[in-house]
């Protein structure tokens, strides 16, 4: 007979409970309840791997405890096994034997046992000491250094995070080797201990800043952090806006960068990526490479990025509008050409600009989730089977489609993915507006996306800064890039407790 499920579950809400009261237990003297112990926290743990041997160097009875996968092998069998099963002599300080591993630590409790085998550390318990040593021998898989894959660069660094957050901290440091880069950490998620570090500049960044993120940090009560995007939504002023608030990146250099003019950059353990804190909105259309070339190329650049953000959210609400209601300020010849291709058109301009954009964003999609040789056959089939036969179809004009390409054209020009995919979205509510009211709707809409960037914050930083409010110093790297001996000077909404970042760094020129 099989009785109701949830006496099943009353059975494993008592395991659970007994589980939990062994995490406050103190470790014992005696082996064997020790190991008791161990097999109950880590029951059904087939990759729990446990080597009990004794101790040449005193004689003890001993268990070596670890995950496999998550601790390297190597290390253990050679800098922990070997001293303690065949190397005689005396021993160090701490439990009376030597083992070859740099990093040592003592544990009392099984909270601290639990967590350390889970972070990759191996664990030695010894008969008749009442504490445990958990020794530094991490090794899970990992994968190699490589190039950003979203950020990619023509003269920056060409590499990129990866998944182990100590190999991130590493890289940064290598910019900053500085002994006033600090690093805060904190471990967030009742389930899966993440670590994440905050990294910031301790005589730049403002003290107050840190605070308030250090306290939104600990605040998070989620079992695990799996990235930077979850960690971002939980901590950003307005989760509800579109616009992201912290800048995600995958690149060392420009973390770094960011460090250095007085933001915090938080890594994010297990995750690719970091985040950067508090940043603007014109942030958000800066590239490392934007350094490394002529400023006035480098200005021409990012005066196309704000005007490819203008198109790729307002181009096709303008199509719509002007051709639903505005089409008197279309010259007529214009107006004939375009009346002559949509003349087979069953649609109305918004309903065709819909179709268009949703299989844009469908083949976007597709491209990204398929592997990369796939992804770009759904791309060339995309743009030009699709493209080509819609048209020919009578379901599509020739100028929706021009329309459309320069939209999606305009969208890869901006520098950050996260604005990108704002930029998507808002565009479905301009051209939802366009179709509504025309020209009134996209100049009421794009009052209200002014009046919601004014209104952001970025950890208590105005998001809409140098702008709104107008800070004229901070107008050097906005539209235009001035020369990099002019800047002089860490921009004021890092809020920076230390301005001044670099000194005069041009020679003097003899001009007879």
Request: glycine share 6%.
């Amino acid at each position: 007979m099989r009785f109701p499920s949830w006496f099943g579950n009353k059975k494993n809400r008592k395991v659970q409970r007994q589980d939990n009261h062994i995490l406050n237990d103190s470790i014992s003297a005696a082996l064997p309840q020790n190991m008791a112990k161990l097999h109950s926290l880590f029951s059904q743990t087939p990759d729990l791997i446990v080597r009990e041997f004794t101790i040449i160097q005193t004689g003890e009875q001993a268990a070596l405890v670890y995950l496999d996968g998550l601790a390297d092998k190597n290390a253990i069998n050679n800098n922990v096994l070997r001293p303690l099963q065949f190397e005689t002599g005396s021993g160090d300080a701490r439990g009376g034997f030597k083992v070859n591993v740099g990093q040592v630590q003592s544990l009392y409790t099984w909270s601290q046992i639990e967590s350390t085998i889970f972070q990759g550390s191996s664990v030695l318990f010894v008969s008749g000491l009442t504490e445990a040593y958990a020794f530094g021998t991490q090794g899970w898989p990992q994968r190699a250094i490589e190039d950003p894959q979203l950020e990619s660069s023509l003269k920056g660094s060409h590499q990129g995070f990866v998944e182990t957050g100590s190999q991130n901290i590493a890289l940064i440091r290598r910019f900053i080797p500085n002994r006033e880069l600090k690093i805060k950490e904190l471990i967030v998620g009742r389930r899966g201990k993440t670590k994440i570090s905050i990294m910031y500049l301790a005589d730049v960044a403002h003290p107050e800043v840190l605070k308030e993120l250090e306290d939104r940090i600990q605040q998070v009560d989620v079992d695990v952090i799996i990235n930077t995007g979850e960690l971002s939504e939980m901590i950003e002023d307005n989760p509800f806006s579109p616009f992201p608030q912290l800048i995600s990146t995958e690149r060392p250099d420009a973390a770094a960068s960011q460090i250095l003019q007085g933001r915090f950059v938080v890594v994010v353990d297990r995750s690719p990526s970091v985040l950067v804190a508090p940043v603007t909105f014109s942030a958000f259309f800066q590239s490392v490479d934007d350094y490394s070339t002529r400023w006035q190329i480098a200005s021409f650049i990012r005066i196309l990025r704000f005007f490819a953000f203008f198109v790729a959210v307002f181009l096709p609400a303008f199509y719509i509008s002007v051709i639903s209601y505005n089409f008197e300020i279309i010259p007529l010849k214009l107006l004939i050409t375009i009346g002559a291709f949509r003349g087979n058109v069953p649609f109305p301009p918004f309903v065709e600009a819909i179709l268009m954009e949703v299989t844009l964003e469908m083949m976007r999609e597709a491209g990204v989730r398929l592997p990369a040789p796939v992804g770009q056959t759904v791309g060339i089939v995309g743009g030009i089977v699709i493209g080509q036969a819609v048209v020919q179809a009578g379901l599509i004009s020739n100028i929706m489609v021009i329309v459309v390409a320069f939209t999606a054209i305009a969208s890869f020009i901006l520098p950050n993915y996260d604005m990108v995919s704002a930029a998507r979205l808002i565009r479905f509510a301009m051209m939802l507006a366009a179709s509504m009211f025309g020209i009134v709707g996209i100049i009421i809409g794009m009052m209200t996306m002014i009046g919601h960037l004014i209104s952001l914050e970025s950890l208590g930083t105005p998001y809409g800064s140098p702008f709104a409010p107008v800070r004229f110093a901070d107008w050097k790297d906005t539209f235009i890039r001035l020369p990099l001996w002019k800047m002089s000077e860490r921009p004021l909404s890092s809020r920076a407790i230390q301005s001044k970042r670099q000194g005069l760094n041009r020679p003097e020129v003899d001009e007879e």
